[in-house]
């Protein structure tokens, strides 16, 4: 809805504005709906369970078979993952179901070149622990790192525009070792089925809030963007097995529907997807560019989203460039000789993975 749009890029333009320049006391509640956000959310959480496991460890070389016949072997390029339990792959049993096992699969058959992943996500983790995952990630030297982050912030009540700021500065702190970033911003918590009226609207709301800020403060850092949003929201319903146990994170086909919305944007930040001439006005096959407030409110309302920076008459980053990739699925793609199916596991060097 054009009104709604039009809202939320007016709520995730102050709430960017405030996390550049230090703003306080912005947040994405009124103090009236604070209480009753607090006793549905313990409601929901009751509902929902908690996950008695941890996230299988995937880090590793994917795509060796690349490596074979090449004089000299290119060396690896390096993938890191960061962020929370979504980029870390909570749910899954084994390493190769993880969203950064599969995009490191995946990057290394678009690249045709090895890919070595590097996960610091954390269950739990919040735009402010961004801080320490970046050391982490920074001394392996990444080419591109996938920051999936903000459901957490939401839902432990973090000031939106300090987690926006956070956010930022990382992305930020990645460009200027030389790495490219996209970040899969808040999901729609509003889709989560153990999450009832009034808490799903609400929950709705504050997710796509934060997620259209966080588009405009990682644009504005260098960063791309891709809408999480709702993405899985239709097929988790009509499709239980979409769920791990908790009924809240994704199963291995959860992560591998996100996974691949993802992918092409990874690829295109390597330069290594095809990139058609960009426009200046909107064009049938649904890129358009807009001031990046605009572009981030129409972004969080559709899933799968891309929103990258565009130079529209040196007007710089206050300018995006939306587009809706076609996404690689079901599968990802394969390795030379693999067998249908098989996405990954012969490829994977590293530990975790049985």
């Given at each position: 809805?054009?009104?709604?749009?039009?809202?939320?890029?007016?709520?995730?333009?102050?709430i960017?504005t405030?996390?550049?320049?230090?703003?306080?006391?912005?947040?994405?509640?009124?103090?009236?709906?604070?209480?009753l956000?607090?006793?549905?959310?313990?409601?929901?959480?009751?509902?929902?369970g908690?996950?008695?496991?941890?996230?299988?460890?995937?880090?590793?070389?994917?795509?060796?078979?690349?490596?074979?016949?090449?004089?000299?072997?290119?060396?690896?390029?390096?993938l890191?993952?960061?962020?929370?339990?979504?980029?870390?792959?909570?749910?899954?049993?084994?390493g190769?179901?993880?969203?950064?096992?599969?995009?490191?699969?995946?990057?290394?058959?678009?690249?045709?070149r090895?890919v070595?992943?590097?996960?610091?996500?954390?269950?739990?983790g919040?735009?402010?622990?961004?801080?320490?995952?970046?050391?982490?990630?920074?001394?392996?030297?990444?080419?591109?790192?996938?920051?999936?982050?903000?459901?957490n912030?939401?839902?432990?009540?973090?000031?939106?525009q300090?987690?926006?700021?956070?956010?930022?500065?990382?992305?930020?702190?990645?460009?200027?070792?030389?790495?490219?970033?996209?970040v899969?911003?808040?999901?729609?918590?509003?889709?989560?089925?153990?999450?009832?009226?009034?808490?799903r609207?609400?929950?709705r709301?504050?997710?796509?809030q934060?997620a259209?800020?966080?588009?405009?403060?990682?644009?504005?850092?260098?960063?791309?963007?891709?809408?999480?949003g709702?993405?899985?929201?239709?097929?988790?319903?009509?499709?239980?097995?979409?769920?791990?146990?908790?009924?809240?994170?994704?199963?291995?086909q959860?992560?591998?529907?996100?996974?691949?919305?993802?992918l092409?944007?990874?690829?295109?930040?390597?330069?290594?997807?095809?990139e058609e001439?960009?426009?200046?006005?909107a064009?049938?096959?649904?890129?358009?560019?807009?001031?990046v407030a605009?572009?981030?409110?129409?972004?969080?309302?559709?899933a799968?989203t891309?929103?990258?920076?565009?130079?529209?008459?040196?007007?710089?980053?206050?300018?995006?460039?939306l587009?809706?990739?076609?996404?690689?699925?079901?599968?990802?793609?394969?390795?030379?000789?693999?067998e249908?199916?098989?996405?990954?596991?012969?490829?994977h060097?590293?530990?975790?993975?049985?």
């Amino acid at each position: 809805m054009p009104g709604a749009q039009d809202s939320r890029a007016r709520v995730a333009r102050r709430i960017a504005t405030a996390a550049a320049y230090g703003g306080g006391g912005l947040g994405l509640l009124g103090v009236g709906l604070v209480g009753l956000l607090l006793t549905e959310s313990k409601l929901a959480i009751q509902a929902i369970g908690v996950l008695e496991t941890v996230p299988p460890k995937a880090d590793g070389v994917y795509g060796e078979a690349f490596a074979d016949g090449c004089a000299p072997p290119a060396p690896p390029l390096v993938l890191a993952v960061l962020g929370d339990s979504t980029g870390a792959g909570l749910g899954v049993a084994r390493g190769r179901e993880t969203p950064g096992a599969l995009l490191a699969a995946g990057l290394a058959s678009v690249a045709e070149r090895p890919v070595r992943l590097v996960n610091v996500a954390r269950s739990g983790g919040r735009s402010a622990d961004l801080s320490g995952q970046l050391e982490q990630a920074l001394r392996h030297r990444p080419d591109v790192a996938v920051i999936m982050v903000g459901a957490n912030d939401v839902t432990r009540h973090s000031p939106a525009q300090l987690a926006v700021r956070q956010l930022g500065e990382a992305v930020a702190a990645l460009r200027a070792n030389g790495c490219e970033v996209v970040v899969g911003t808040c999901p729609d918590l509003g889709t989560i089925k153990p999450v009832h009226p009034p808490l799903r609207w609400v929950a709705r709301r504050l997710s796509r809030q934060l997620a259209a800020a966080q588009t405009i403060a990682v644009v504005e850092a260098g960063g791309r963007t891709v809408s999480l949003g709702s993405l899985l929201g239709p097929e988790f319903a009509a499709r239980p097995e979409m769920f791990a146990a908790d009924r809240y994170h994704p199963s291995a086909q959860g992560y591998a529907t996100a996974a691949m919305a993802v992918l092409p944007s990874v690829c295109a930040a390597l330069g290594l997807w095809p990139e058609e001439e960009r426009p200046s006005a909107a064009v049938p096959g649904g890129e358009t560019v807009l001031p990046v407030a605009v572009a981030a409110a129409a972004a969080a309302g559709r899933a799968g989203t891309e929103v990258a920076a565009v130079d529209a008459g040196g007007a710089g980053r206050r300018w995006a460039l939306l587009r809706h990739r076609l996404r690689v699925g079901p599968d990802v793609p394969r390795e030379p000789g693999a067998e249908p199916g098989d996405t990954s596991a012969s490829s994977h060097a590293g530990a975790g993975d049985g």
